[in-house]
């Protein structure tokens, strides 16, 4: 008997290591993964935060050195108060670039993606499929077309090429909204109808206040790609009057001398901002992410 309990006993212990090693294997190595990848693109940041903070004569030392030696706060009054960088001038070209971008595709998107998810109309499916077929053109393709257009129109040298575009929607913005309304009961919106309530009213009273989360999704995503855009204005803007934030970094690097240390330390006040937005807004955008159904 003392026998068999003793062979059982090494038995179970196998059996519940076993399950043990299955059960938290997969979110060890996942977990890891997940450690490795996040190691990965904090390094790039912390790199920025560490040159910004650094004397020009140690940012190409080699070997690297990970802790400036001295500590150079005075670069960022520095890159604030270069002649080149009039930052409060680049800011409110940023912001006016941003905020009315941000207000025209919220709305547009807004507006269509309740008549693609509410409102039936003939060909409806197929104008959804359309506006979804040119997320798969590349903006390269219609870049040189997109520029004559706006070239003929007499929009060169403004914001307008970068502006009004934005009130048309966007086909992610109107796909992920209209989604996220596919979701919302149907009952909301019939009671409205049989009240007498107009579509309009149905959108702004009744919807909008339940697409907070979604919305605020679009908000974000389409704020800090401005905020963060190059291409749109180093393409439609001459006037170094109007450049944004993103385009007045060139002033430190100059023909002659490229100072990198401020150039990095006007990244850092460039990106603190948006960092600051995402993890203040953290816990509504991931819930509007992931209500954001795929309902048909």
Known sequence: MSAQSATVKPA??????????????????????????GIAFFVPFLWLVITSLKPMSQVFTYPLTWVPHPI???????????????????????????????????????????????????????????????????????????????KWLGWIGSYKPLIIPSFGGGAFYIFMLRQFMMTLPWDLSDAARVDG???????????????????????????????????GPVIYLNNTDLFPLSLGLFAFLGRSER????????????????????????RQFIEGITMTGLKG
């Open 197 to 231: 309530a107009s579509e309009a009213h149905i959108l702004l009273r009744i919807m909008l206040p339940l697409m907070k989360p979604a919305l605020l999704v679009v908000v974000l995503f389409n704020f800090m790609g401005c905020w963060n855009d190059f291409m």
């Open 72 to 150: 150079m706060w005075s670069n960022y009054p520095d890159a604030l108060t270069h002649p080149g960088f009039p930052f409060l001038r680049l800011l409110g070209n940023s912001l006016q670039y941003s905020v009315l971008s941000t207000i025209g595709v919220t709305v547009a998107s807004a507006m269509a993606a309740y008549a693609f998810a509410r409102i039936p109309f003939r060909g409806r499916s197929i104008l959804f499929a359309a506006t979804l077929a040119t997320m798969m053109i590349p903006g390269v393709v219609t870049m040189v077309p997109t520029y004559l257009i706006f």
């Open 259 to 282: 100072k990198w240390n401020l150039l990095m330390a006007a990244a850092m006040v460039i990106t603190v901002p948006m960092v600051t937005i995402f993890f203040l807004a953290q």
């Open 12 to 37: 179970a212990r196998s059996l519940h290591w076993r399950r043990f090693v299955r059960r938290t294997l997969p979110g060890a190595i996942s977990y890891t993964l997940l450690t490795l990848v």
